[in-house]
């Protein structure tokens, strides 16, 4: 059963923009709070951005402060990462994941129990 479904990803030019998009399935995730993380050949699987069940609190990591932006509507089921003035490092496949037990954004990834199938974002130089 496919619960976190990612889509948006793609190649982009440096400097471009991408909207990335998490369908939840709300009978499994109607008070969780979902984490936007990434992962890049050769790298380990790193936080990105996350939101609370809300949509009032979100944390980011340093990396893409100021540059992508997660939000969410819950009449849609859906979470977005909106990812402006794209790096080259920004290239990965990009994971949403969700936490049953918490309604708050947090960056713990050992604590997001479900995870997507991951998209990938490619950003040429």
């Known amino acids: 059963q496919v619960q976190l479904v990612e889509s948006g990803g793609g190649l982009v030019q440096a400097g471009g923009s991408l909207r990335l998009s998490c369908a939840y399935s709300?009978?499994?995730?109607?008070?969780?709070?979902i984490g936007w993380f990434r992962q890049a050949p050769g790298k380990e699987r790193e936080f990105v951005a996350a939101?609370?069940?809300?949509?009032?609190?979100?944390y980011y990591a340093d990396s893409v402060k100021g540059r992508f932006g997660i939000s969410r509507d819950n009449a849609k089921n859906t979470v977005y990462l909106q990812m402006n003035s794209l790096k080259p490092e920004d290239t990965a496949v990009y994971y949403c994941?969700?936490?049953?037990?918490?309604?708050?954004?947090?960056?713990?990834?050992?604590?997001?129990?479900?995870w997507g199938q991951g998209t990938q974002v490619t950003v040429s130089s």
């Open positions: 939101i609370s069940w809300s949509g009032g609190s979100t």
């Open positions: 709300v009978r499994t995730f109607s008070r969780s709070a």
């Open positions: 994941a969700a936490d049953r037990d918490r309604s708050d954004a947090h960056k713990l990834e050992y604590e997001y129990e479900y």
